[in-house]
T-cell receptor, first 113, second 110 residues
Framework: GEQVEQRPPHLSVPEGDSAVIICTYT??????FYWYKQEPGAGLQLLMS?????DRKEEQGLTVLLNKKDKQLSLNLTAAHPGDSAVYFC????????????FGEGTKLTVSS | EAAVTQSPRNKVTVTGGNVTLSCRQT?????MYWYRQDTGHGLRLIHY???????QIGDVPDGYKATRTTQEDFFLLLELASPSQTSLYFC?????????FGPGTRLTVL
């Protein structure tokens, strides 16, 4: 079945720097791609969703890149600030009717001021 | 904004205890899910449902039952809780597309 690898597991950057998180998936039929943010003690907040016909999507300082050839999904936080400190998860879903998500293991991002 | 609520938010029980976790969504979504989150494993799918009365087995179903009584309500049942089920449990809802999560229930089994 589908497997998702996420790296790095921990990432520390100074305020104003960019932070990049990468996920690699295995199933070429994967059609839906997601990034979630989880702050301490909270649930998962959907940051961005991307369908497989999109290579790049930008919203509010976040850039998602999808490389279908390499089966790679990335999240780039440009000019990170301390409020971005959280755990980030990628998730993918195939085109089947179940809408099941397969999650990466998460990246704990710390942005220092 | 989509809304998913969970209760209780925290629960402590003993080994062998009987626990029910509740989830309600007001998004009119067809799909609902139960996940557990553990350090080093990310989120793992326990059970899910695509409508009232329907139940699908997820990736880590052992020791769990679930029931979808209405489109809004999805329950996770642990009939003989074990310490290995100590975890953070999330409920979510979706149609095909964006999935929205509840705030989580922290369960401790002593």
């Amino acid at each position: 079945g589908e497997q998702v690898e996420q790296r790095p597991p921990h990432l520390s950057v100074p305020e104003g720097d960019s932070a990049v998180i990468i996920c690699t998936y295995t199933d070429s039929a994967t059609a839906y791609f997601y990034w979630y943010k989880q702050e301490p003690g909270a649930g998962l907040q959907l940051l961005m969703s991307v369908f497989s016909n999109v290579d790049r999507k930008e919203e509010q300082g976040l850039t998602v890149l999808l490389n279908k050839k390499d089966k790679q999904l990335s999240l780039n936080l440009t000019a990170a600030h301390p409020g971005d400190s959280a755990v980030y998860f990628c998730a993918v879903s195939d085109q089947g009717g179940s809408a099941k998500l397969i999650f990466g293991e998460g990246t704990k991002l710390t942005v220092s001021s | 904004e989509a809304a998913v609520t969970q209760s209780p938010r925290n629960k402590v029980t003993v080994t062998g205890g009987n626990v029910t976790l509740s989830c309600r969504q007001t998004n009119s979504h067809n799909y609902m899910y139960w996940y557990r989150q553990d350090t080093g494993h990310g989120l793992r799918l326990i059970h899910y449902s695509y409508g009232a009365g329907n139940l699908q087995i997820g990736d880590v179903p052992d020791g769990y039952k679930a029931t979808r009584t209405t489109q809004e309500d999805f329950f996770l049942l642990l009939e003989l809780a074990s310490p290995s089920q100590t975890s953070l449990y999330f409920c979510a809802s979706s149609d095909v597309g964006d999935e929205y999560f509840g705030p989580g229930t922290r369960l401790t089994v002593l």
